[in-house]
């Protein structure tokens, strides 16, 4: 069991704007560790989308953004369209005996 | 460009143990710590542990303590990840992935830039 827990699912309509909570403990998100997110596409390696709570890489469009606070993070996605669908997990870091790098238990996000 | 690549599918039987090979081109292979994460079908991601390819130390998760062994070849640029005693639930796909680091603050996190194309193990009998 991951100990960052996420939603299953969120879907929107084109356009539209969603979001992706990532919710964690006082041993990593709330500790203080960054978070990062990740988009799966189906049959593809995760790509990295998020680093450092709220960074961009270059290449990934600023419809992708995200913040942080307290034991939680979030993803958001602006501007909704068809490629976004995909599955999308947050990762950060355990100081306690589980683990050390943990990732959430992933969203399936659906593109009405 | 930088490229992780892995190597090929593995069926094996339980009990068994199998070694997954990822090569690295394209950078410093020694410069940059790397990850296994494996995925179960239909499941999430799953942190396994880290090699640095320079001086060779590992960590492990603590679910795989005893049973993974994580190695490197500076020679080839190539990190293996040996997974002994096999069972069903093994059964994944099995990622090497690349960190960076991106800040020097306390709480700056490794994160993942670069991934290899994954390696399907099958455990059955």
């Known amino acids: 069991q991951s100990v960052l827990t996420q939603p299953p699912s969120v879907s929107g309509a084109p356009g539209q704007r969603v979001t992706i909570s990532c919710t964690g403990s006082s041993s990593n998100i709330g500790a203080g560790y960054d978070v990062h997110w990740y988009q799966q596409l189906p049959g593809t390696a995760p790509k990295l989308l998020i680093y450092g709570n709220s960074n961009r890489p270059s290449g990934v469009p600023d419809r992708f953004s995200g913040s942080k606070s307290g034991t939680s993070a979030s993803l958001a996605i602006s501007g909704l369209q068809a490629e976004d669908e995909a599955d999308y997990y947050c990762q950060s870091y355990d100081s306690s005996l589980s683990g050390y790098y943990v990732f959430g238990t992933g969203t399936k996000v659906t593109v009405l | 460009q930088v490229q992780l690549v892995q190597s090929g599918a593995e069926v094996k039987k339980p009990g068994a143990s199998v070694k997954v090979s990822c090569k690295a081109s394209g950078y410093t292979f020694t410069s940059y710590y790397m990850h296994w994460v494996r995925q179960a079908p239909g499941q999430g991601l799953e942190w396994m542990g880290i090699?640095?390819?320079?001086?060779?130390?590992?960590s492990y998760a603590q679910k795989l303590q005893g049973r993974v062994t994580m190695t490197r070849d500076t020679s080839t640029s190539t990190v293996y990840m040996e997974l002994s005693s096999l069972r069903s639930e093994d059964t994944a796909v099995y990622y090497c992935?690349?960190?960076?680091?991106?800040?020097?603050?306390?709480?700056?996190?490794?994160?993942?830039?670069?991934w290899g194309q994954g390696t399907l193990v099958t455990v059955s009998s």
């Open positions: 090699i640095n390819p320079s001086g060779g130390s590992t």
């Open positions: 992935a690349r960190e960076i680091g991106y800040s020097s603050g306390w709480y700056a996190v490794g994160v993942f830039d670069y």
